[in-house]
T-cell receptor, first 116, second 110 residues
Framework: DTGVSQDPRHKITKRGQNVTFRCDPI?????LYWYRQTLGQGPEFLTY????????KSRLLSDRFSAERPKGSFSTLEIQRTEQGDSAMYLC??????????????FGPGTRLTVL | DAKTTQPTSMDCAEGRAANLPCNHS???????VYWYRQIHSQGPQYIIH???NNETNEMASLIITEDRKSSTLILPHATLRDTAVYYC???????????FGAGTQVVVTP
């Protein structure tokens, strides 16, 4: 257990439905990242926050995807009008930016999404 | 991010050292090399990082060549629990995103 939790762990939905995932990072961590991983591939970056500010979004992230971190604590990732190609593991990670150059990202267990 | 190249897979006998190579010939002077691993059905886990000098922690050692174009992760006494996909990453911004490639699938056998 890294201290990063994600909910739900599994989600099955029908094509066209909206889904929302939650990530609770380690409490003092100010950076929060979202990644997506499909079978046999490494994780793919989606977006990241510093506190409540969204600093970067992947160009691959369609406008059906939106992420928030309203109070700089937990974060939500919403997918609207899901498609079968959205089926993947969605991973959240957090880290504490500090005066050091060293950035260890702590990953949660992931939310596995299946779109039927 | 510097492009990294790793072998697709490798096997290692339990109790022996596992040496995992990574090429990063386009790495720039201020880009660190990070290693993560991902055990099946879990999120990735940080192992170690380095810039120029060799590094060692409780999990592994990292050897970086003098020209910084390649590195080797060493698991000194591999156990069955070390079976995982190992990723070598050289992010341009240490505090930004991690660009994972396909990694090296390491299988430790009894």
């Amino acid at each position: 257990d890294t201290g990063v939790s994600q909910d739900p762990r599994h989600k099955i939905t029908k094509r066209g439905q909206n889904v929302t995932f939650r990530c609770d990072p380690i409490s003092e961590h100010n950076r929060l990242y979202w990644y997506r991983q499909t079978l046999g591939q490494g994780p793919e970056f989606l977006t990241y926050f510093q506190n409540e500010a969204q600093l970067e979004k992947s160009r691959l992230l369609s406008d059906r995807f939106s992420a928030e971190r309203p109070k700089g604590s937990f974060s939500t990732l919403e997918i609207q009008r899901t498609e079968q190609g959205d089926s993947a593991m969605y991973l959240c990670a957090s880290s504490l930016i500090s005066r050091y150059d060293y950035n260890e990202q702590f990953f949660g267990p992931g939310t596995r999404l299946t779109v039927l | 991010d510097a492009k990294t190249t790793q072998p697709t897979s490798m096997d290692c006998a339990e109790g022996r050292a596992a040496n995992l190579p990574c090429n990063h010939s386009t790495i720039s002077g201020n880009e660190y090399v990070y290693w993560y691993r991902q055990i099946h059905s879990q999120g990735p886990q940080y192992i170690i990082h380095g810039l120029k000098n060799n590094e060692t922690n409780e999990m592994a050692s990292l050897i970086i060549t003098e020209d910084r174009k390649s590195s080797t992760l060493i698991l000194p006494h591999a156990t069955l629990r070390d079976t995982a996909v190992y990723y070598c990453i050289a992010p341009t911004d240490s505090w930004g995103k991690l660009q994972f490639g396909a990694g090296t699938q390491v299988v430790v056998t009894p």
